[in-house]
């Protein structure tokens, strides 16, 4: 994926604006004390809006300490924790890509998208969902997607249909044994995330590709949403008929879509899975090449933090936010096939 002249100008400024912002050493340069610790200034992390980006802040205020403390016992003295959500995927990889940010939270999809400035440490691990099948109409029985107690690094997309009349239409073909037509899907309006988003677009597009021999970009009628807070909020008002999504989407969203989103039923019996990807990997936790404080050692004391910080009680408060439940120490090739996704679809928009 290129990146425009104008988006990387922006990044640029918006990183100039941030260092000149600092002291001579401020930001994330950091410097060694005569005790033999490193010291930073500010540690900069990033958060994907995977969720609603004002409870991404509130949840993820406790971590600050948390790093300070865990880092302090790697030999980091860390003055400032700067924590962050990005206006899209996109926009967190491009501020790790340019050293804006020093540490991000992001999809696998992402991660790939930017593995050439960015560098991976963790993967996720979540507990297991009880639903697993790669039959919709299994996932449409009008109850919560309950958990396990087994840890997993992958995770399968949903694509859900909501209560419009479309939606309830493309819903009872499904749950009475019928398969969907490309027509079917062309004719109802979809909320989509960015291109880097694994279930939010790179994965749909793969499950419309292995059905149909089409992609998202083939829709005649896409919203691009900026999280799956706005996906979902739409999804309620009837603004769309379709939204795409990771496996308990619908569990994140619950509350609000009676609370928040005006609807009066359960959004497990107002919604129904009508098709479901094949598994995806886990989320990362990835660094910038470009940070001027990471470095191998800085990997191995942040990669120990977190997994530590995973550990308490009051991390696990806080990577909750995500559906994490911990962490492991990853490999670029853990996401090749992530990478053979990306390809599939970059050959999809041109073409060829």
Same mark, same amino acid.
Request: with cysteine.
């Given at each position: 994926?290129?990146?425009? *002249?104008?988006?990387?100008?922006?990044?640029?400024?918006?990183?100039?604006?941030?260092?000149?912002?600092?002291?001579?050493?401020?930001?994330?340069?950091?410097?060694?004390?005569?005790?033999?610790?490193?010291?930073?200034?500010?540690?900069?992390v990033?958060?994907?809006?995977?969720?609603?980006?004002?409870?991404?802040?509130?949840?993820?205020?406790? %971590?600050?300490?948390?790093?300070k403390?865990e880092?302090?016992?790697?030999?980091?003295d860390?003055?400032?924790?700067?924590?962050?959500?990005?206006?899209? *995927?996109?926009?967190? =990889?491009?501020?790790?890509?340019?050293?804006?940010?020093?540490?991000?939270?992001?999809?696998?999809?992402? #991660?790939?998208?930017?593995?050439? $400035?960015?560098?991976? %440490? @963790?993967?996720?691990?979540?507990?297991?969902?009880?639903?697993?099948?790669?039959?919709?109409?299994?996932?449409?029985?009008?109850?919560?997607t309950?958990? =396990?107690?087994?840890?997993?690094?992958?995770?399968?997309?949903?694509?859900?249909?909501?209560?419009?009349?479309?939606?309830?239409?493309?819903?009872?073909?499904?749950?009475?044994?019928?398969? %969907?037509?490309?027509?079917?899907?062309?004719?109802?309006?979809?909320?989509? @995330?960015?291109?880097?988003?694994?279930?939010?677009?790179?994965?749909?597009?793969?499950?419309?590709?292995?059905?149909?021999?089409?992609?998202?970009?083939? @829709?005649q009628?896409?919203?691009?949403?900026?999280? #799956?807070?706005?996906?979902?909020?739409?999804?309620?008002?009837?603004?769309?008929?379709?939204?795409?999504?990771?496996?308990?989407?619908?569990?994140?969203?619950?509350?609000?879509?009676?609370?928040?989103?005006?609807?009066?039923?359960?959004i497990?019996? $107002?919604?129904?899975?009508?098709?479901?990807?094949?598994?995806?990997?886990?989320?990362?936790?990835?660094?910038?090449?470009?940070?001027?404080?990471?470095?191998?050692?800085?990997k191995?004391?942040?990669?120990?933090?977190?997994?530590?910080?995973? &550990?308490?009680?009051?991390? &696990? $408060?806080?990577?909750?936010? #995500?559906?994490? &439940?911990?962490?492991?120490k990853?490999?670029?090739?853990?996401?090749?096939?992530?990478? $053979?996704?990306?390809?599939? %679809?970059?050959?999809?928009?041109? =073409?060829?």
């Open positions: 994926m290129k990146k425009s *002249f104008w988006s990387k100008l922006a990044i640029g400024l918006s990183s100039l604006a941030l260092l000149a912002g600092c002291s001579s050493n401020s930001g994330s340069e950091s410097s060694q004390t005569q005790s033999g610790s490193k010291t930073i200034d500010t540690l900069k990033a958060f994907v809006p995977s969720r609603d980006p004002e409870t991404i802040v509130t949840t993820t205020e406790p %971590l600050k300490e948390l790093l403390k880092l302090a016992k790697e030999g980091y860390v003055k400032n924790v700067d924590i962050t959500v990005g206006t899209s *995927f996109d926009a967190v =990889g491009e501020a790790l890509a340019s050293g804006s940010a020093d540490v991000g939270f992001l999809p696998g999809g992402t #991660y790939v998208l930017y593995d050439k $400035e960015v560098d991976v %440490l @963790l993967t996720a691990t979540r507990d297991n969902l009880l639903k697993d099948s790669s039959n919709p109409k299994d996932w449409n029985d009008g109850k919560a309950e958990r =396990g107690k087994e840890q997993a690094t992958s995770y399968k997309g949903l694509i859900i249909a909501g209560p419009t009349e479309k939606g309830k239409e493309l819903a009872a073909k499904i749950n009475s044994g019928q398969e %969907l037509t490309w027509d079917d899907l062309n004719s109802a309006k979809w909320g989509v @995330l960015g291109t880097s988003s694994s279930s939010g677009y790179i994965y749909p597009t793969l499950w419309l590709q292995d059905k149909y021999g089409k992609g998202i970009s083939d @829709l009628n896409v919203v691009q949403s900026d999280s #799956y807070a706005s996906s979902a909020a739409r999804l309620a008002s009837g603004q769309i008929d379709i939204m795409v999504g990771y496996a308990d989407v619908r569990n994140d969203y619950a509350k609000k879509w009676t609370s928040d989103y005006g609807r009066s039923e359960d497990f019996k $107002e919604t129904n899975v009508i098709g479901v990807t094949p598994d995806i990997y886990n989320d990362t936790i990835s660094v910038s090449k470009a940070s001027p404080i990471v470095d191998d050692a800085f191995e004391a942040f990669s120990n933090a977190m997994m530590n910080i995973a &550990k308490t009680d009051e991390g &696990k $408060e806080i990577i909750k936010i #995500y559906s994490h &439940k911990g962490y492991k990853a490999n670029a090739s853990d996401y090749d096939k992530e990478r $053979e996704a990306q390809k599939l %679809l970059k050959k999809l928009k041109s =073409g060829n």
